[in-house]
């Protein structure tokens, strides 16, 4: 009652919100007369003097009404659309800095013209993201004609694009693009080799596409480059062959749950020893496997007789066996071909999960995508090492200003709020939405739903009436096709397997007695148009190659037979939805629903449910099932009853929950890695673009003698100071240096020592010339941080899986890795800056009979979302340093003997050699 009262008091937040944007609406009519007076060359020059005005000193918001109308007449003028006032509600929200709910096909495309308008006006570039190369292509191509009319220019990145062809779109004025796209230039510039090839300019300002796909379901992972590791195949195969040898625990045929130890029988001695009746657990939910005692003695039995190992599971060269085999039983029990990937081509290709098209090129990490290959008998490609990683929530932190849009944002608004700082607004439909929602049917097994489904689906299609079916996996997909086929109705399916022809199957997916299977309609990006497309009725009468006259032309000739389908199927009752299951967030199936019933046409939507639903099985009440069949649910009957819609929803609200907390503890351990990631980045920045890199180099050179003087000190009696000096110099430098007086105090060995140093350099540096030399050390610099930040990236993650168990000694995982996370960073910093001052000083410069150029192996690397990667690049390689001016080109040779591949490595990290700086040599 309070809430009521509340409410009807001060109003809705959807009220407020559309009270404060009235007024912008208004100002933007006010100015459609002055837009609507001026010609096209005027429009380009007013743009020109938003510019300077900003430029000055002006506020965007200032220049908001007159621009907003600007971009609304070239809207019109150019593609003949002009915003509704609703849209012009959307553009201010997303100026605003805030994400926009507006529902499916109320034009979200253009509703981001005039936001992404107006903030290009700074000059400091817009980008704008999409979920993939499609629509990133498309909408540039779509929206690209107003924005040149109003004198801007636009890009757009593409994954098959090169660096050069990147670098120019990031240079226009607005740039489209894909989330993964954005985020791995990113990464990539923070790995090149020079401050000229990176591509990626400062992030100002983003229009997020589908912002709840890709900042809430996508952002449960984060985005990996990884580059070629050992070759690991024997022991992928070889778990492989020992997996379908293990079982699975016993259940409780009446629960479904595991048996479990009697949790009082620790107190009784004569108690049996429980048995768990199987070597493993699965949790579906989590996609883990957890083993027995059992399990780990058959596990060492099995890997023994097939002479994989020999001996003990656990010895050290052994006990990664145990990894390989949790992956191939995952592979086996957890992953199913058709639902989590697909085989084409050779591959194991990943399949979205959220949108259902084909991951190409993604891997699964951590050895997972190799145990499928096995599994699937085809060839095992690689594991790969983690070289660069940042998470979706803090690459998009960095832009200075963040907006999106979606249709479905306002369930998640705390999630938007907590992580991202952003407010949601809900903006009215332009027309009342009259579609019907019907209640869930509920089933009670499988086969009893897609009987019903298969009735419904030929009852409707009888009428002539559309309808799209959606499906949550390809395997459903594809038997529901089966099914349709023997009962002789025609039909279309849209999924991961023939997504080239995603364009064509969803426009006409209106049509008259169409029938359309598709799995996931998440970011498709093509609205359904009733009666089927009139443009593609026009691009079927003139040809693909027409020009905009041919066109216009052939709509005239086609829009009456478009416009009488149109209304006949308007008659028959819009396109019909029907959902052959609940997906893991209600988001997704209202972006299902959110197909039909677009600018107020009519529509109808249901969903079929059996309790076997992944959904229901997993998350839904143990007991449901078992009740509703005492009850007689298992004669094929439906029920609709509001204890089943509150099942659903909160099996939905659990997987929501649990995927909530998925992503805050990716943010949590991202946030430490982050602050971490940004000083080294910044300071690799300072090293590409530093032009006395030398002197750097040389003041670490002095601060590290300074700290032997310290050390000596504080260590050693007065009649052995200078000779310890002597050989610490020698042992950290091999630099020897003249004998050291006895009795000097500390400043005067610091001032001898640094004295020697710098000499030492001095004359290395007059036999090649500074800018060599700092070449040289730019090259080392960058070397060093680039693998021994691969090598932090692999100690953090490798210190995340040990600190989940220091809860059972209650201390708080988060806060030791913090504490180490820090420490471990402090060590490599250290030793770094240890490594190029040993460089420096250690270094023998002479001058070559013949100069030759050292070729670079190329670094293959691979790019990774959802813990899966892979396109291949190219790393640009080290180049020999030559002097400058006068003097002779050189070549940079060691001074120390050669160091062996199994020695302890020179620059003090503790590791061999071929383990650590001589990897790659």
């Known amino acids: 009652m309070s809430t009521s009262l509340f409410t009807k008091l001060f109003g809705t937040k959807q009220d407020k919100d559309l009270k404060s944007l009235m007024p912008v609406v208004e100002l933007v009519n006010k100015e459609a007369a002055w837009a609507e007076s001026l010609s096209a060359e005027e429009v380009r020059q007013q743009t020109q003097r938003f510019k300077e005005q900003v430029a000055q000193g002006a506020s965007l918001d200032s220049l908001l009404p007159k621009a907003f109308a600007l971009a609304r007449e070239a809207a019109s003028r150019v593609l003949g659309e002009r915003h509704y006032d609703v849209q012009i509600m959307g553009a201010a929200v997303l100026h605003q800095g805030k994400i926009l709910e507006m529902k499916t096909g109320e034009g979200k495309t253009l509703t981001c013209v005039p936001a992404a308008y107006l903030n290009a006006l700074s000059g400091n570039g ?55 796209e954005f985020g791995f230039d990113y990464l990539r510039d923070n790995m090149k080799w020079s401050e000229q090839e990176k591509i990626q300019p400062k992030h100002h300002y983003c229009i997020i596409d589908e912002i709840d796909s890709i900042l809430i379901d996508e952002a449960r992972t984060p985005l990996i480059i990884s580059g070629q590791s050992e070759d690991d195949s024997a022991q992928v195969l070889g778990a492989a062959k020992v997996a379908p040898l293990l079982t699975e625990c016993e259940k409780n045929p009446d629960t479904g749950d595991y048996y479990e130890p009697d949790p009082l029988a620790r107190f009784d001695r004569k108690a049996p020893v429980f048995d768990e009746h199987g070597d493993y657990k699965l949790d579906e939910k989590q996609k883990r496997v957890l083993f027995t005692n059992q399990g780990m003695n058959h596990i060492e039995e099995l890997l023994n007789r097939y002479h994989i190992i020999n001996g003990s599971l656990y010895e050290d060269e052994n006990f990664e066996y145990v990894h390989y085999v949790t992956q191939a039983v995952k592979a086996l029990r957890l992953y199913t071909a058709d639902v989590d990937y697909v085989v084409a081509e050779g591959q194991v290709q990943i399949v979205d999960e959220f949108t259902g098209r084909i991951l190409h090129g993604r891997r699964y990490s951590e050895g997972l995508h190799q145990a499928i290959e096995a599994k699937e008998k085809i060839k095992i490609l690689g594991q790969n090492k983690t070289l660069a990683t940042i998470t979706y929530q803090n690459f998009f932190r960095m832009y200075d200003k963040i907006s999106g849009m979606t249709g479905t944002a306002d369930t998640e608004a705390p999630e938007f709020l907590k992580i991202y700082n952003l407010d949601v607004v809900v903006i009215p439909t332009n027309k009342p939405i009259i579609r019907k929602d019907y209640p869930d049917l509920v089933y009670y097994n499988e086969e009893f739903k897609f009987k019903a489904i298969c009735e419904e689906i030929q009852k409707v299609h009888s009428t002539g009436q559309p309808i799209l079916v959606g499906t949550i996996s390809i395997e459903k997909s594809e038997l529901l096709s089966v099914l349709l086929r023997r009962m002789g109705i025609k039909h279309e399916v849209l999924n991961a397997k023939n997504h080239a022809r995603e364009a064509l199957i969803i426009e006409n997916a209106g ?71 609940r997906h893991e967030s209600r988001r997704i199936d209202n972006q299902l629903r959110g197909r039909s019933g677009r600018q107020g046409d009519p529509g109808a939507s249901r969903f079929f449910v059996s309790l076997e639903d992944s959904l229901m099985r997993l998350f839904a009440s143990e007991n449901l099932k078992n009740m509703l069949g005492r009850i007689g649910m298992q004669d094929g009957e439906p029920i609709e009853h509001r204890m089943l819609s509150n099942a659903i929803e909160k099996a939905q609200k659990r997987v929501e929950d649990r995927n909530f907390e998925i992503r805050k503890h990716l943010l949590d351990y991202d946030d430490v890695l982050n602050e971490q990631r940004n000083y080294l980045y910044k300071e690799r920045d300072t090293i590409l673009s530093e032009e006395h890199l030398l002197e750097r180099v040389r003041n670490i050179c002095h601060d590290i003698s300074d700290e032997m003087v310290d050390q000596v000190f504080s260590e050693e009696k007065d009649d052995k100071k200078g000779i310890r000096l002597f050989e610490e110099m020698l042992t950290t430098f091999h630099l020897e240096i003249p004998p050291l007086p006895e009795h000097a105090s500390a400043e005067e060995y610091k001032q001898k020592l640094r004295e020697y140093l710098d000499k030492e350099i001095d004359d290395k540096v007059a036999l090649t010339g500074e800018k060599a030399f700092n070449d040289f050390l730019r090259f080392n610099y960058l070397r060093q941080i680039d693998l021994r930040w691969q090598d932090h990236l692999t100690a953090l993650e490798d210190l995340r899986d040990a600190v989940g168990l220091r809860s059972y000694a209650q201390r708080n995982p988060l806060v030791e890795y913090k504490v180490e996370g820090f420490e471990i960073f402090t060590e490599m910093l250290d030793g770094i800056k240890r490594f190029m001052a040993q460089t420096l000083v250690r270094v023998k410069i002479t001058k070559p009979e013949q100069q030759y150029r050292q070729k670079a192996k190329e670094a293959k690397t691979v790019e990774t979302h959802q813990a899966q990667g892979a396109f291949g690049s190219a790393g640009q390689g080290p180049r020999r340093v030559q002097g400058g001016g006068d003097t002779a080109p050189v070549t940079v040779r060691r001074q120390t003997p050669k160091v062996g591949r199994n020695d302890p490595c020179p620059c003090g990290s503790g590791k061999k050699y071929k383990y650590c700086c001589g990897r790659n040599a």
């Not at 499609?134 to 694009?161: H, K, N, T």
């Not at 009733?530 to 005239?556: M, V, W, Y």
């Open 511 to 581: 049509a008259k007695g169409a029938v359309t299977i598709a799995t996931n309609m998440a970011g498709r990006g093509t609205d359904i148009k009733l009666g089927g497309s009139l443009d593609a009725r026009a691009r079927a009468l003139c040809g693909a190659d027409a020009s905009p006259e041919e066109f216009n032309e052939a709509i005239k000739k086609v829009y009456d037979s478009w416009k009488h389908d149109y209304e006949e199927v308007k008659e028959l009752g819009g396109l019909y939805i029907l959902g052959t299951e």
């Open 126 to 180: 817009v980008h704008v993201v999409t979920v993939n190369d499609y629509l990133a292509g498309r909408d540039a191509s779509w929206m690209g004609p107003i924005y040149e009319y109003l004198g801007l220019s636009v890009g757009v990145i593409l994954s098959s694009m090169d660096n050069e062809a990147k670098r120019n779109s990031y240079s226009k004025d607005v740039t489209y693009g894909t989330n993964n």
